[in-house]
């Protein structure tokens, strides 16, 4: 039980920091400047085409030791980590979301002589958020399950206290796991109701034309 602590603190902010660095990347997806579309671009090909643990790693092991540049406590390193990984595949969702907004709105908005932020804060992305909802619930369930992958950088989180406990009782290993495997979905059923209650919003529909 004392490992849940970590685990929340780890989920909370990485839901909360990955949130903000899918809104900046997917919105300058769509902006019109080269030199900021390919900057995301990279990031998002980056993050998505390798795997959270050698992420993990790196930011924990390799740039200390290559580059001795430090990024703080190991729940920094993960929440980092963890962020910038999900951060890079909802930013997908937010430009996407962003794309499917009918043209007719960007049209209209124009034809009403609003700016482009205008555009963008009161037509485009309050439509895009909401087409974006189930998905991104989704997300927030899939960041919980990678806060299990901290304990390899030495976290005591959830997941290390269960293998300390497992390996001074071998015969309960079976039990310990059960244990964490309910841990997890309670810990999951909140973000269940959110992505449900996200759904039912999104099915209200967006405006067309």
């Excluded at 997806?29 to 085409?49: A, D, M, Q, S």
Aim: aromatic share 12%; hydrophobic share 50%; no cysteine.
């Amino acid at each position: 039980m004392r490992g849940i602590k970590v685990t929340l603190i780890v989920l909370v902010l990485s839901i909360i920091l990955s949130s903000l660095i899918a809104l900046i990347a997917g919105l300058s997806r769509v902006y019109h400047n080269k030199l900021l579309t390919g900057f995301t671009g990279f990031y998002v090909e980056i993050f998505r085409g390798t795997s959270l643990i050698v992420q993990l790693f790196w930011f924990s092991y390799a740039l200390p030791g290559l580059f001795n540049i430090h990024l703080g406590s190991d729940i920094w390193v993960a929440v980092l980590a963890i962020s910038l990984n999900y951060g890079a595949y909802m930013s997908e969702i937010v430009r996407g979301a962003i794309l499917s907004v009918p043209q007719g709105q960007t049209e209209a908005s124009i034809a009403l002589n609003l700016t482009r932020f205008q555009r963008m804060r009161h037509i485009i992305v309050p439509q895009a958020i909401r087409m974006m909802l189930p998905e991104y619930g989704n997300y927030l369930i899939q960041i919980l399950k990678a806060t299990s992958l901290v304990s390899l950088i030495g976290l005591t989180d959830l997941l290390y206290y269960g293998n300390i406990y497992r390996s001074t009782h071998l015969t309960e290993a079976p039990t310990v796991y059960m244990i964490i495997l309910l841990l997890y979905f309670l810990l999951a059923l909140p973000l269940i109701g959110f992505t449900r209650k996200m759904e039912k919003v999104a099915k209200k529909g967006v405006v067309h034309g």
